[in-house]
């Protein structure tokens, strides 16, 4: 693999980006993840690897961004602020970078009182705002939070987290301009549904100018059944599923709904290609990651560039 991150690399050639996205396994299991990852490598810029999502323990996101290396695929480690203080993040920062990770998603954490241990203590001794502005400290000046020098910094391209569908909608744009003075270099997106909301919001990043600052790629997650979309839109907080989602999984024959689920994430991506201010698109396919060569297939978005 090339020295830096793919990613920006894709990114920074005006290329139209398309990642993804793999969950790390509940224990140790290698191959679990290998198999995920044959069907991403070749047909994604750069994988996500989820840091505890929904506050159940998994393999650390580090040590799984270290076999998706080994497969050769580029990852994206997540990091969140529940469980770690300043001190053990800044350590993880640098031990990830020295094994060759060189992609960083800053977040906040799902609360631990949605997770498997809700006893624990959460430690959110930063938020993800500072957290973004440590991780630029350390590549751009050299130096810890303390102020004391580093002596190989980390060159990480920093990304953020954006969800436009939160209320109350007018500060979500706000929210991002904040993101983006901290440092963030890209910024992915909540899963995206509510296409005209994601216009809007879209809309108002460039006339604020936050898209010639940040690389938007906005958040696809295919639809596999009425369940799903009925679960994400009355169960998950911050997402936002139209009527006319569920009305149009609904009209379809049952054995074609998952197909009609794919059908939907090609459109948004083919709206999203033509979207003034979007970089690209960020695929999650939550437990189908086999689907995904089909995926970027009908979406138009192979082959990936070579940089």
């Known amino acids: 693999m090339k020295a830096g991150s793919k990613l920006e690399r894709v990114l920074k050639a005006g290329h139209f980006a398309f990642t993804g996205e793999v969950g790390p396994p509940r224990g140790a299991n290698v191959n679990s993840i290998r198999e995920k990852l044959k069907h991403l490598k070749g047909n994604v810029d750069m994988v996500n690897v989820t840091d505890n999502q929904t506050a159940m323990v998994r393999m650390s996101s580090w040590a799984a961004s270290l076999i998706c290396i080994q497969e050769g695929v580029e990852p994206n480690f997540q990091m969140v602020c529940r469980d770690r203080n300043r001190i053990a993040m800044q350590a993880d920062i640098l031990g990830a970078y020295a094994h060759g990770i060189r992609n960083m998603l800053c977040l906040s954490g799902d609360h631990q009182m949605f997770g498997d241990h809700p006893q624990s203590k959460g430690v959110f001794d930063l938020d993800s705002m500072q957290l973004i502005m440590m991780v630029k400290k350390m590549r751009d000046e050299g130096k810890f939070l303390s102020g004391a020098d580093i002596d190989v910094k980390p060159e990480i391209f920093i990304g953020a987290a954006a969800n436009p569908f939160a209320e109350p909608f007018e500060w979500r744009v706000h929210r991002l301009a904040k993101k983006v003075a ?18 809007e919001w879209i809309r108002q990043a460039n006339d604020m100018g936050l898209t010639e600052k940040v690389y938007i790629l906005p958040g696809v997650t295919p639809m596999k059944s009425i369940g799903m979309a009925k679960y994400m839109q009355s169960k ?52 189908w990651e086999h689907m995904v060569p089909e995926i970027a297939e009908r979406a138009g978005v192979l082959p990936r560039p070579e940089v």
């Open 182 to 199: 901290a440092g963030a270099d890209f910024v992915q997106t909540q899963c995206v549904y509510n296409m005209p909301k994601i216009r």
């Open 236 to 287: 998950v907080p911050g997402m936002d599923v139209p009527d006319d989602i569920i009305k149009r999984l609904q009209g379809v024959d049952k054995k074609k709904v998952a197909d009609e689920g794919i059908k939907i994430a090609c459109e948004q991506i083919a709206e999203f290609k033509e979207m003034k201010g979007v970089a690209g698109v960020h695929l999650m396919p939550i437990e």
